[in-house]
């Protein structure tokens, strides 16, 4: 069991709906972050929260929009998706931005329809 | 900007065939190496990381060194429940993220 929990853990979804991905975390980690990932593929950088502040947005399209309402908690909100938008999408945390590791949650399988 | 190359891309291991997994990497400023083991429809699971050169880490069948220009990921005596995807990632001066390499699909049959 990991101890950054996403949910829900499959999610399927219409080009015109509106849903959200939310992510957990109570190891205090003041960092957290949104990646993206295809089959066989590395991890994808999407966003970084540091301080429950954006630090970085790797040029993500606006129908991705993050938010962190608290130190422990991350929310994707999704909004007019594309086919290519379907991936899993894994939500981090580590104690600060420096060189702490990351630790992973499973991720939201995502498919768009 | 940061590069990691892991290869090989894919490797085949009998049950207690010894081997290791390598991690090129360019760095402006090392601020760590990390180690993830995934598992397919999971999150990466964190291994390992390192700091500086001449660092050595271990767990169970696992030992990750480390030089200026590599990392190495040893897998003694494997088992079959050590097969999944070894990615590497590095977090250099220049970045607030980690650079994730293409990773390593390891199996290991009985």
């Known amino acids: 069991d990991t101890e950054v929990t996403q949910t829900p853990k499959h999610l399927v979804m219409g080009m015109t709906n509106k849903k959200s991905l939310k992510c957990e975390q109570h190891m205090g980690h003041r960092a957290m972050y949104w990646y993206k990932q295809k089959a066989k593929k590395p991890p994808e950088l999407m966003f970084v929260?540091?301080?429950?502040?954006?630090?970085i947005n790797e040029s993500v399209p606006s129908r991705f929009s993050p938010e962190c309402p608290n130190s422990s908690l991350l929310n994707l909100h999704l909004h007019a998706l594309q086919p290519e938008d379907s991936a899993l999408y894994l939500c981090?945390?580590?104690?600060?931005?420096?060189?702490?590791?990351?630790?992973f949650g499973d991720g939201t399988r995502l498919s768009i329809l | 900007e940061d590069q990691v190359t892991q290869s090989p891309e894919a490797l085949r291991l009998q049950e207690g065939e010894s081997s290791s997994l390598n991690c090129s990497y360019t760095?402006?400023?090392?601020?760590?190496l990390f180690w993830y083991r995934q598992d397919p429809g999971k999150g990466p699971e964190f291994l390992f990381t390192?700091?500086?050169a001449g660092e050595e880490k271990e767990k169970e069948r696992l030992k990750a060194t480390l030089t200026k220009k590599e990392s190495f990921l040893h897998i003694t005596a494997p088992k079959p429940e050590d097969s999944a995807t070894y990615l590497c990632?590095?977090?250099?001066?220049?970045?607030?993220?980690?650079?994730f390499g293409a990773g390593t699909r390891l199996t290991v049959k009985p």
């Open positions: 990632a590095v977090r250099g001066n220049n970045n607030n993220d980690m650079r």
């Open positions: 981090a945390s580590s104690q600060q931005t420096g060189g702490q590791p990351q630790h």
């Open positions: 390192l700091y500086s």
């Open positions: 760095v402006s400023g090392l601020r760590g």
């Open positions: 929260y540091s301080y429950e502040k954006l630090s």
